[in-house]
C-alpha cells in the first residue's frame, strides 16, 4: 500500500475508519456495549474529516462532518408523509387499560395477542427516510398528515446512522427525538447566563432545538433518539412488532433496550409497574409506557380510527401534582359562545412545566369544588397536557373568600348568558360578540383551515373595533389602503395580506369546512365530508341520515352540522363567501366531478407506481372521491399494489378484496 499514490492510500484508509466507526457508532447508540473509549471513537471521527479535508472529493453523505451543521436555513418546508403519523389513545388506570383490551379483542373476533411494551419517552414524535441505505430526508410529526423537512437538524443527532449497515432500497423509520436530562439542565443552565428564558421541560426544549433554523447550533445542544416503527421498507417485514424492532436495530437504528415482549395484559401491567419505578432514575423523562399489539398481521387485523390504531394505548402514569394560590378567577369565552372559568394562579411547576392558569371547566364544577379567589389548592396536569384543580385545600382558606358567581351575561360583549336545560355550559347569546368573533376568525385564517398569513390576533381585534369584519366573507372585501391604516401595517404587509386573501380563496373545500368552525368538525371529518359531497351546497342540503353515513360522521356531529344549514344566517355567509369568490366546491374554481369508480371507496396504496409520487396518488384518488385509508381491514373496497408490494397485498388476498395494478389505477383515474 505504501507504493499507491497519496491519494488512493487517503481513499482506502477512509474506507477502513467508515467501517470502524459505523461499527462502534453502532455498538455505542445501539448495543449500548462500546468496545473503546469515547475519547478513541472521537479520534477516528477527527482523523476522517481531517482526510476529507485534504480530500474533499472522498467526502460521502455520511461524513461525520455533517453532524456539525451547515448555513443557517430560512424555514422549515412542509413535507406529507407517506403514511399518518397517527396518535394514541390514552388509558389512565388498570380498569381503562382493561377495557381498552376488551374493544380490542371484540375487533379481533377474539382472538388473544401478545403485547410489547415500550417506555413513552417524552419528546418529539419523527420519520426519517433512507434510499439505498443513505439518510434523505427528516420530518416532524406535524399534524399527522404533513411535518416540516428538519433534515440538516437531525443530521446532527449523532445517535440517527447517516448510513444503514447495510443498504436498502427505501425504509421509513419513526422514533422519538428528545434530550436527556444531563443536555438539558446544561442548556438551561446557558440559557440562564445569558439572560434568556428558561424551558420549562426537556420536551419543549427538544421541540425547540429540532426546529432551529442553524443546525449548527442544535448540533451543539445533544438531542438524542430511539426509534420505535419500522414504517416502510422494501423487502423487510418481519411478522412482530419485535422482530420489526430487531430488524431496526441490525440496520443501525437505536431502539430502547427496555422494550419488553409480553404475553398477555398482567404481564404488561406488570412491567409498566417496574418502569414506574425506574423513572426517577432514566436519563431521559418518561410520561407513562406504550402497549403494542405485538403480531402486526392482528394489527392490521384492528386497523385504526382517524385519530389513532386500535391496536395501541399509552398507559399513563399518575399525574404530578402541586399546590398554589388561585390569584383571580376570569371567564373565557371562545368560538362557539360557551363561557368556561380559569384559574389564574400564582406560577407552580407541574410535570416538568410551570401551569400559572388551570381550567375549571363549568360552573357545576366551580359550585361542586368551591374553588375561591385566594384559595389555596392542589393542582395536576391531566394526562400531563391540561392543568387541573383537583381539591381546594381548605384549611388554607382566607376569610374573607366569597363563593365564585358564574356571570350572567357574556363578559366580553354584555349580552345574556345562558344555559340550556340538560346543558352543562353557559353560552353567549349574541351572535356579534367581539370575543366569538375573534376566536372564529382566527380559526378560519389558520393553517390548518383558509391559511391566511398574517391575519393574526392583533389585527383581528383592529378590524372589529374598528367596525371593519363582522363575519368571515367581510375579510375579503378589505382593501390594501384601508389595511394600511392599521397599527403596525405599512403598504407592504397590507399588499402582502391582500395577496394571501386572494390565495386562500383557491383553498381546498375541506380547509374551508373545517374554517368554519362548525361544531365536532374537525379537520379528519371535513376531509371526509369533503370527498363525499364534493360542494359545500350539496353539504348543507344533506340530511341527517345521509350525513351519518359518511366515514367518521356519528349522530352528534350531523346534528351539528344540520344545526348549521338550518340556519339562515349561515346560508348567507355561505353565498357572500360565494360572491367573494372563495371555492365552494372540490377543486378550488373548478366544476366538481361527477361520480367515478371510487366515488366513496377507501383505497390502500401498498408498493410503488411507475412515475407517481406517493402525494400525486392520494391526490388523484381524492379527487376522484375516494379516501387513501392507511391499513387493508373488511373495510377497504381496493387495493392498488404497484412495485414492491408489503404485506399489505397478502392481506387484501387473504380478505377477497379488490387488487388492481398501475395500468388499471390509471384507467380508472382516468374515468370520466
Known amino acids: 500500500?505504501?507504493?499507491?499514490?497519496?491519494?488512493?492510500?487517503?481513499?482506502?484508509?477512509?474506507?477502513?475508519?467508515?467501517?470502524?466507526?459505523?461499527?462502534?457508532?453502532?455498538?455505542?447508540?445501539v448495543d449500548d456495549d462500546p468496545e473503546i473509549s469515547d475519547a478513541e471513537y472521537d479520534r477516528l471521527e477527527r482523523e476522517l474529516s481531517a482526510l476529507e479535508r485534504s480530500y474533499p472529493e472522498l467526502r460521502t453523505p455520511d461524513s461525520p462532518s455533517l453532524r456539525v451543521g451547515g448555513e443557517a436555513a430560512e424555514g422549515f418546508e412542509p413535507c406529507p408523509h407517506s403514511s399518518p403519523m397517527l396518535s394514541l389513545d390514552n388509558a389512565?388506570?388498570?380498569?381503562?387499560?382493561?377495557?381498552?383490551?376488551?374493544?380490542?379483542?371484540?375487533?379481533?373476533?377474539?382472538?388473544?395477542?401478545?403485547?410489547?411494551?415500550?417506555?413513552?419517552?417524552?419528546?418529539?414524535?419523527?420519520?426519517?427516510?433512507?434510499?439505498?441505505?443513505?439518510?434523505?430526508r427528516g420530518v416532524t410529526r406535524g399534524d399527522g398528515q404533513t411535518g416540516e423537512d428538519v433534515t440538516a437538524n437531525v443530521r446532527t443527532i449523532r445517535s440517527i446512522p447517516l448510513r444503514l449497515l447495510r443498504p436498502i432500497p427505501s425504509l421509513e423509520a419513526r422514533g422519538e427525538v428528545f434530550l436527556p436530562r444531563r443536555a438539558f439542565d446544561a442548556l438551561n443552565r446557558q440559557r440562564g447566563a445569558a439572560?434568556?428564558?428558561?424551558?420549562?421541560?426537556?420536551?419543549?426544549?427538544?421541540?425547540?432545538?429540532?426546529?432551529?433554523?442553524?443546525?449548527?447550533?442544535?448540533?451543539?445542544?445533544?438531542?438524542?433518539?430511539?426509534?420505535?416503527?419500522?414504517?416502510?421498507?422494501?423487502?423487510?417485514?418481519?411478522?412482530?412488532?419485535?422482530?420489526?424492532?430487531?430488524?431496526?436495530?441490525e440496520l443501525g437504528l437505536r431502539t430502547n433496550p427496555l422494550n419488553e415482549r409480553c404475553a398477555d395484559l398482567a404481564q404488561a401491567l406488570a412491567c409498566a409497574a417496574r418502569l414506574r419505578e425506574r423513572r426517577p432514575a432514566l436519563e431521559y423523562q418518561i410520561d407513562g409506557v406504550v402497549i403494542k399489539v405485538d403480531e402486526v398481521e392482528l394489527q392490521q387485523q384492528a386497523g385504526a380510527t382517524s385519530k389513532a390504531p386500535r391496536w395501541a394505548v399509552a398507559l399513563k402514569y399518575p399525574a404530578e401534582q402541586a399546590t398554589t394560590r388561585v390569584r383571580e378567577i376570569v371567564?373565557?369565552?371562545?368560538?362557539?359562545?360557551?363561557?368556561?372559568?380559569?384559574?389564574?394562579?400564582?406560577?407552580?411547576?407541574?410535570?416538568?412545566?410551570?401551569?400559572?392558569?388551570a381550567t375549571l371547566h363549568n360552573e357545576d364544577e366551580v359550585r361542586r369544588k368551591d374553588v375561591r379567589v385566594g384559595d389555596t389548592v392542589l393542582v395536576e396536569k391531566a394526562g400531563e397536557i391540561i392543568p387541573q384543580v383537583l381539591a381546594v385545600v381548605g384549611s388554607l382558606r382566607p376569610a374573607d373568600s366569597r363563593p365564585f358567581v358564574m356571570p350572567t351575561r357574556c363578559p366580553s360583549c354584555g349580552a345574556d348568558a345562558v344555559r340550556e336545560e340538560g346543558e352543562i355550559a353557559r353560552v353567549c347569546t349574541s351572535a356579534s360578540c367581539p370575543a366569538q368573533l375573534r376566536e372564529r376568525l382566527l380559526h378560519f385564517a389558520s393553517r390548518a383551515a383558509l391559511d391566511i398569513h398574517g391575519l393574526g390576533t392583533a389585527l383581528v381585534e383592529q378590524l372589529i373595533a374598528r367596525g371593519l369584519v363582522r363575519d368571515f366573507a367581510d375579510v375579503y372585501r378589505l382593501d390594501a389602503a384601508t389595511l394600511a391604516e392599521l397599527e403596525r401595517m405599512g403598504a407592504k404587509s397590507a399588499a402582502n395580506l391582500v395577496a394571501r386573501l386572494e390565495q386562500s380563496k383557491r383553498r381546498p373545500l375541506a380547509a374551508l369546512i373545517h374554517g368554519l368552525g362548525i361544531r365536532h368538525v374537525g379537520r379528519s371529518a371535513a376531509l371526509q365530508l369533503a370527498a363525499e359531497f364534493g360542494s359545500l351546497e350539496r353539504l348543507l342540503e344533506a340530511d341527517a341520515e345521509r350525513l351519518e353515513a359518511v366515514a367518521e360522521i356519528g349522530p352528534e356531529t350531523a346534528a351539528a352540522l344540520r344545526h348549521f344549514a338550518d340556519q339562515p344566517a349561515n346560508r348567507e355567509l355561505v353565498r357572500r363567501l360565494g360572491e367573494a369568490g372563495v371555492a365552494l366546491a372540490q377543486g378550488g374554481s373548478r366544476p366538481e366531478r361527477p361520480e367515478t369508480p371510487l366515488s366513496g371507496k377507501a383505497v390502500v396504496v401498498t408498493g410503488t407506481l411507475p412515475g407517481r409520487s406517493r402525494e400525486e396518488v392520494r391526490a388523484l384518488i381524492e379527487a376522484c372521491g375516494g379516501r387513501v385509508v392507511a391499513t387493508v381491514s373488511a373495510k377497504t373496497h381496493l387495493v392498488v399494489a404497484g412495485e414492491s408490494p408489503g404485506s399489505k397485498l397478502a392481506r387484501a388476498r387473504e380478505l377477497g378484496i379488490r387488487v388492481i395494478g398501475p395500468e388499471e389505477f390509471e384507467r380508472l383515474v382516468a374515468s370520466p
Open 1 to 29: 500500500m505504501s507504493g499507491l499514490p497519496a491519494r488512493d492510500r487517503a481513499a482506502r484508509r477512509a474506507e477502513q475508519l467508515r467501517a470502524r466507526i459505523a461499527y462502534h457508532r453502532k455498538r455505542y447508540y
Open 331 to 357: 371567564v373565557h369565552v371562545g368560538r362557539t359562545g360557551k363561557l368556561t372559568p380559569v384559574a389564574e394562579l400564582e406560577p407552580v411547576a407541574v410535570a416538568g412545566t410551570t401551569v400559572s392558569r
Open 195 to 249: 439572560g434568556e428564558p428558561l424551558f420549562a421541560n426537556p420536551r419543549n426544549a427538544a421541540a425547540g432545538q429540532l426546529r432551529r433554523l442553524d443546525s449548527r447550533i442544535t448540533a451543539t445542544i445533544g438531542l438524542d433518539c430511539f426509534f420505535y416503527s419500522l414504517a416502510a421498507a422494501d423487502g423487510l417485514a418481519p411478522p412482530t412488532q419485535h422482530e420489526r424492532l430487531g430488524a431496526l436495530r
Open 92 to 136: 389512565y388506570d388498570e380498569q381503562e387499560l382493561r377495557e381498552w383490551e376488551a374493544r380490542l379483542r371484540r375487533v379481533l373476533g377474539g382472538r388473544e395477542p401478545s403485547y410489547i411494551v415500550e417506555p413513552k419517552v417524552d419528546g418529539v414524535s419523527i420519520a426519517v427516510r433512507y434510499r439505498d441505505g443513505l439518510l434523505e
